[in-house]
Nanobody
Framework: QVQLVESGGGLVQAGGSLRLSCAASGRTFSSYDVGWFRQGTGKDREFVAAIRRSAGFTYYADSVKGRFTISRDNAKNTVYLQMNSLKPEDTAVYYC????????????????WGQGAQVTVSS
């Protein structure tokens, strides 16, 4: 397993941007797919975006497609989530997760999780 730490959350006005980072420890980070999930108050954890271990393929939830971009730098053991055109409904705790299941979009397919980063979008 790898250990993950998110950073970059905060408060932003609607229409603004934030970039989340997910820093991983462990020499095998490049062997893992990495996903971002979010959980709003009183809601289930939902898939946001994921990137394959080779960084050659990415996929997104329909709700963020065209606004969010996931990327990774395996040399830095870091995955990023660039969030543009933020909306109040994007408010949530954002988690990064790493796993070995290719193309995973459900939380149960990931076995390493960060502690979460709060993102709050004001209207």
């Amino acid at each position: 397993q790898v250990q993950l730490v998110e950073s970059g959350g905060g408060l932003v006005q609607a229409g603004g941007s934030l970039r989340l980072s997910c820093a991983a420890s462990g020499r095998t980070f490049s062997s893992y797919d990495v996903g971002w999930f979010r959980q709003g108050t009183g809601k289930d954890r939902e898939f946001v975006a994921a990137i394959r271990r080779s960084a050659g393929f990415t996929y997104y939830a329909d709700s963020v497609k065209g606004r969010f971009t996931i990327s990774r730098d395996n040399a830095k053991n870091t995955v990023y989530l660039q969030m543009n055109s933020l909306k109040p409904e994007d408010t949530a705790v954002y988690y990064c997760a790493a796993g070995l299941v290719v193309g995973a979009m459900t939380p149960s397919d990931y076995n390493s999780w960060g502690q979460g980063a709060q993102v709050t979008v004001s209207s």
